[in-house]
């Protein structure tokens, strides 16, 4: 079964579409393949500042190897210097068991 790292964006400090358009055209594509990921999603929690971005993995091992790698941590400063620290995120991975 898949695992995703999903990372949730809040940007209400910044121009969501300025944001959203980065985010579509440069961050998202990047980010995939520095990670090395199957895939890569991303949207917004409706009526809201949540910005979602989910990335798939093979296996939990390397999904929980990306949250310690110097490709994330790079990633991460890049972020933070183009959002000047205004975007808060959290990182979660969720580990699929069973599927119908």
């Not at 898949?2 to 579409?17: A, H, R």
């Not at 917004?44 to 949250?67: G, P, R």
């Not at 310690?68 to 808060?88: A, G, M, Q, R």
């Amino acid at each position: 079964m898949s695992v995703y790292l999903i990372i949730k964006s809040e940007t209400s400090l910044v121009d969501n579409k300025q944001f959203d358009d980065w985010y579509s055209h440069e961050h998202l594509k990047e980010a995939k393949e520095d990670f090395g990921a199957i895939s890569a999603k991303r949207g917004w929690i409706t009526n809201s500042d949540l910005h979602v971005a989910i990335y798939e993995f093979q296996n939990i091992k390397i999904a929980q190897k990306i949250l310690k790698s110097k490709k994330l941590k790079l990633l991460i400063e890049k972020f933070d210097n183009k959002w000047d620290n205004k975007v808060n995120r959290t990182r979660e991975i969720v580990d699929i068991i069973q599927e119908y």
